[in-house]
């Protein structure tokens, strides 16, 4: 789990989809629910958290059957972001272990391992199961400003989060309303909406991870990119050794996709569209074995549909006088590289367009 703190989750706040941020009116006297209070994504693509859990927002007609379940207090705290009185919450002083999830929604927020006592009154944890799974924004009401702690995929109201716990590994506070959460205890089936969606994974070699990793990661359906190395005799190679061209790796990504998304065979016309299939050992400026073309097959499927495409791609009029030479094999041990080259255009304020056709 990557270390958080606040000021990377303001920034994460900043990158967030476009919203549509309505004013917050006074607490409706009646009990139903206020969905003027809940800030609702105009963008409705999927889009997925690393831990591979669909991220996607309800759509406004399932938002209303959500919040149909919900009891007048948990509609209070979390559709007008009220807050439970301290020390009044049923899940305070629980310490079995387990996780805690969404009550709107059911996504997994917290887990029992970075709960902590603060001596606040409310549930407090030191980190969320997945940063992407909660999201912040500025609250200045009541006089003072803080941070508050909204569900990702419904915008739900969750709390506040505080800097003020030196004593945690993160620093942070993430205090948390009762009302707001549903817990289950390890051991126990989780709803269907709690899990991650069904993956499959596939690997690429085409010139330097770093443009074709950047590429999967836009590609609708694909849930994680990752550079690495694979093809070569080493265990565990640097990046440096890879580069010297001894070591017999390529420079390959592994992909991370939801099927019911996006096919297999849609991953391989990206893969001949992102790079240039006929160079041996070459890719632009780049020149070695470690920059070669290369299918590293997860299983026999991939392995035959591969193979089949590219041999329905060679007989196109792009190709037919062109050979293709890139290498279709078993996968062989994907080595994760350093991991200052993991998202490097993102970390770099850059981004490798993909292509139009």
């Not at 209303?64 to 207090?73: I, M, N, S, V």
């Not at 200045?140 to 990702?152: K, P």
């Not at 309303?177 to 899990?195: C, D, I, V, Y």
């Not at 391989?268 to 470690?290: A, C, I, S, Y």
Request: glycine share 6%; with cysteine; aromatic share 8%.
């Amino acid at each position: 789990m990557r270390t958080l703190n606040l000021a990377l989750l303001l920034a994460a706040v900043a990158a967030a989809p476009v919203l549509l941020i309505v004013a917050r009116p006074p607490a409706a006297p009646s009990d139903e629910p206020d969905f003027r209070t809940i800030l609702m994504h105009t963008d409705s693509t999927p889009r997925y958290s690393k831990s591979a859990h669909d991220l996607t927002p309800p759509s406004p007609e399932r938002l209303k059957e959500l919040a149909a379940r919900l009891t007048p207090d948990e509609a209070r705290v979390i559709l007008r972001k009220g807050t439970e009185p301290a020390f009044c919450g049923n899940l305070l002083d629980n310490k079995k272990n387990g996780v805690y999830l969404c009550r709107l929604c059911s996504l997994p927020l917290f887990a029992s391992d970075a709960k902590f006592d603060s001596g606040t009154g409310w549930p407090s944890f030191f980190k969320p199961v997945d940063p992407d799974h909660v999201a912040t924004e500025r609250d200045d009401a009541h006089g003072m400003v803080r941070t508050e702690i909204l569900c990702a995929r419904c915008r739900g109201h969750l709390g506040h989060v505080f800097d003020d716990a030196p004593h945690t590994p993160t620093g942070l506070r993430f205090c948390l309303n009762s009302a707001s959460l549903e817990f289950h205890e390890h051991g126990t089936e989780l709803p269907p909406a709690a899990r991650p969606v069904p993956t499959e994974t596939a690997y690429f070699a085409g010139g330097c991870f770093w443009g074709v990793e950047d590429r999967f990661q836009q590609i609708p359906g694909v849930i994680d990119a990752v550079s690495g190395y694979q093809g070569g005799h080493a265990d565990k190679p640097t990046y440096k050794q890879v580069c010297s061209g001894t070591t017999g790796h390529a420079e390959s990504v592994r992909v991370l996709y939801d099927p019911a998304r996006v096919a297999y065979r849609d991953l391989l016309e990206w893969f001949f569209k992102l790079h240039n299939p006929t160079t041996l050992n070459r890719q632009g400026p780049d020149v070695g074995t470690q920059y070669r073309s290369a299918i590293f097959a997860a299983d026999e499927r991939q392995l035959a549909e591969a193979r089949a495409f590219v041999e329905a791609l060679q007989q196109t009029d792009k190709y037919r006088n062109r050979r293709i030479v890139t290498q279709i094999e078993p996968a062989p041990t994907f080595w994760p590289a350093e991991e200052y080259h993991q998202d490097y255009h993102r970390k770099h304020g850059g981004s490798c367009a993909l292509p139009e056709d």
